[in-house]
Antibody, heavy 120, light 110 residues
Framework: EVQLLESGGGLVQFGGSLRLSCAAS????????MRWVRQVPGKGLEYVSG????????YYGDSVKGRFTISRDNSKNTLYLQMNSLTAEDTAVYYC?????????????WGKGTTVTVSS | QSVLTQPPSVSAAPGQKVTISCSGS????????VSWYQQLPGTAPKLLIY???ERPSGIPDRISGSKSGTSATLGITGLQTGDEADYYC???????????FGGGTRLTVL
């Protein structure tokens, strides 16, 4: 079964850092691009970041550029999101998603999410 | 403010049909494929439609997608109470070099 399992969420202080992980199973992780998407409770989906198969290309939403870093370890089938300089606006559920890199670049598998709460 | 524009809510009676629109521009929908995602309350999003009008296995044919110019539409016929959810469109934006979502549409089956 194809599965994504996020971890690393929790309560962090304003200005602090946190690293999220996403463990993949049931598919050849090294053959797929990956993304992070977040959702503030009660709000819509927001693209956070994406990474290519090899990790050589990374992409970020405007609200996290310069603060968040996406990476992957294909030997460990794991995706990461390093989050620095966190603010209250980063409080959200963070989902990782597998990207099908045909012309559509759509997300066909999503994890259940991990919750990040930034508080002073 | 989302790059893609969706109506905040739509509603229809069980058994009826509903459409959800998604409006963008030439930098996103106009030159890229659109996908649609369903998010049931308290759950993660789920892929409903990819590459404008393709259904993943397991998605019934009462769900359809289409695209014309810089707009896309999700259609659901034979509405069921289990269809009550939030629906999001998404696509790549060439100007932003980022994926963009619509603001989401809440479907209520009356």
């Amino acid at each position: 079964e194809v599965q994504l399992l996020e971890s690393g969420g929790g309560l962090v202080q304003f200005g602090g850092s946190l690293r999220l992980s996403c463990a993949a199973s049931g598919f050849t992780f090294s053959s797929y691009a990956m993304r992070w998407v977040r959702q503030v409770p009660g709000k819509g989906l927001e693209y956070v970041s994406g990474i290519s198969v090899s990790g050589s290309h990374t992409y970020y939403g405007d609200s996290v550029k310069g603060r968040f870093t996406i990476s992957r370890d294909n030997s460990k089938n794991t995706l990461y999101l390093q989050m620095n300089s966190l603010t209250a606006e980063d409080t959200a559920v963070y989902y990782c998603a597998k990207v099908v890199t045909t012309e559509g670049y759509y997300m066909d598998v999503w994890g259940k999410g991990t919750t990040v709460t930034v508080s002073s | 403010q989302s790059v893609l524009t969706q109506p905040p809510s739509v509603s229809a009676a069980p058994g009826q049909k509903v459409t959800i629109s998604c409006s963008g521009s030439s930098s996103n929908i106009g030159n890229n494929y659109v996908s649609w995602y369903q998010q049931l309350p308290g759950t993660a999003p789920k892929l409903l439609i990819y590459e404008n009008n393709e259904r993943p296995s397991g998605i019934p044919d009462r769900i359809s997608g289409s695209k014309s110019g810089t707009s896309a539409t999700l259609g659901i016929t034979g509405l069921q109470t289990g269809d009550e959810a939030d629906y999001y469109c998404g696509t790549w934006d060439n100007s932003l070099s980022a994926w963009v979502f619509g603001g989401g549409t809440r479907l209520t089956v009356l």
